[in-house]
């Protein structure tokens, strides 16, 4: 990926980026006719017992007659990602369906992002945040913490949606 990739789904968008061998994705929302970022996932490093977020490699977007959808694919040591990230522009929000197999079951999985505007922020307030399948286990000032219990399941999935 030399440049970064957009889905488009009314005043939300996706950006994805390149960050080393992984692909990384902020939210932004239309504010003014301005794209404003919101939120931006934090991915793992080497270091990491288990990664924070999905470890992606592979983007690849398609136009569908609901909206645009973005396929990932990707895999650390056993593990394997798969995410699709579905534009509904009729309710104007963004779907993520998240799935993980792996050999080695965590204790827990899931998505990991960082606020990019401050809590006072009328478009942070404004933002809805549902999962599904999943549980927020860190909403606070700095981060957002999807999580879901692996219960000794090698495949584990989840999902949730942002819709200004």
């Known amino acids: 990926m030399n440049s970064d990739v957009v889905?488009?789904?009314?005043?939300l968008r996706v950006v994805f980026l390149q960050r080393g061998d992984q692909v990384g994705h902020?939210?932004?929302v239309s504010v003014g006719g301005n794209w404003t970022g919101v939120l931006e996932?934090?991915?793992g490093n080497t270091t990491d017992r288990w990664p924070s977020s999905p470890a992606l490699q592979t983007l690849h977007i398609e136009s569908r007659p609901a909206g645009?959808?973005?396929?990932?694919v990707g895999m650390a040591g056993s593990s394997?990602?798969?995410v699709s990230i579905a534009a509904e522009v009729a309710e104007g929000r963004v779907i993520f369906d998240v799935a993980?197999?792996?050999?080695?079951?965590?204790?827990?999985?899931?998505?990991a992002y960082r606020w990019l505007i401050a809590s006072?922020?009328?478009?942070?307030?404004?933002?809805?945040?549902?999962?599904?399948?999943a549980r927020l286990a860190g909403l606070d000032d700095s981060?957002?913490?999807?999580?879901?219990?692996?219960?000794?399941?090698?495949?584990?999935r989840w999902s949730y949606w942002f819709q200004p």
């Open 80 to 82: 394997h990602w798969s």
């Open 100 to 111: 993980c197999r792996t050999a080695v079951v965590p204790d827990q999985h899931g998505s």
């Open 68 to 72: 645009q959808v973005a396929l990932l």
């Open 120 to 133: 006072h922020d009328a478009v942070r307030q404004a933002l809805q945040i549902a999962p599904k399948g």
């Open 26 to 28: 902020r939210i932004e």
């Open 41 to 43: 996932s934090v991915e």
């Open 7 to 11: 889905l488009s789904c009314g005043r």
């Open 143 to 156: 981060e957002l913490i999807f999580t879901v219990e692996s219960k000794q399941q090698r495949t584990v």
